[in-house]
């Protein structure tokens, strides 16, 4: 792919986690900040969400957060990090950061860390982008899904070409090297945007 301007993350922000889930969301905002590359996420001051902005911010990153104005409160938008764009729904929400993001990667998350994945994954199933989705499965997080989506691809639910609409890697320098080596995006936009 030609250069990595903007990554998207999806990730959580509970505070209850795992250390090394807060380390791996820490070693992602300093790697993107040092290759220039900046951050598209949910907007969030809070878990996960937080210490991504956090540590891209003082590693001398640019951060984009876009957060609906009803999780504004709940999620504690981060008005510290001079680009908080606020929309008023959550469908605005995902639009917006695939617009504005090269690739996606998802960190260890909940219900909503799901929900945006797995609907940018269909989006590229049928055709609306093609651009990198990468789940970095920090020690061993995504196991379980992955097997689920083993268990849909056996069932006859998931085509065996689906399986490559996401990749998976383990650390966060291999998601810059799995971006790095995905084809050039053909689709301009979103195709449902005309």
């Known amino acids: 792919m030609a250069t990595l301007t903007s990554l ?3 990730c959580g922000s509970s505070e209850r986690v795992a250390e090394r889930h807060k380390e791996a969301a820490a070693d ?9 590359v900046r951050i598209v996420f949910g907007g969030g001051r809070v ?11 003082q590693a001398g990153g640019k951060v984009t957060g876009i957060i609906p104005e009803q999780l504004r409160a709940r999620e504690v938008g981060h008005d510290g990090i001079g680009d908080l764009r606020v929309v008023g729904t959550m469908h605005a929400r995902k639009q917006l950061m695939c617009e504005d993001s090269d690739a996606f990667c998802a960190l260890p998350g909940g219900l909503g ?7 940018i994954v269909t989006w590229k199933q049928l055709g609306i982008h093609d651009k990198p989705v990468v789940l970095v499965n920090v020690a061993g997080y995504w196991d379980p899904l992955l097997a689920l989506v083993e268990h849909q691809a056996e069932a006859g639910y998931v085509r065996p070409a689906h399986r490559e609409l996401f990749q ?5 320098d291999q998601i ?9 995006p ?9």
């Open 176 to 184: 810059f090297e799995t971006v790095a080596a995905a084809p050039e």
């Open 8 to 10: 998207c993350v999806y």
């Open 168 to 172: 998976v890697v383990q650390t966060v």
């Open 47 to 57: 878990g996960l969400m937080g210490v991504l902005a956090e540590a891209a911010l």
């Open 113 to 119: 860390t799901l929900d945006e994945t797995f609907e």
């Open 28 to 36: 992602l905002g300093r790697a993107a900040a040092q290759r220039g």
């Open 186 to 194: 053909r689709i301009k936009g979103l195709s449902w945007m005309g």
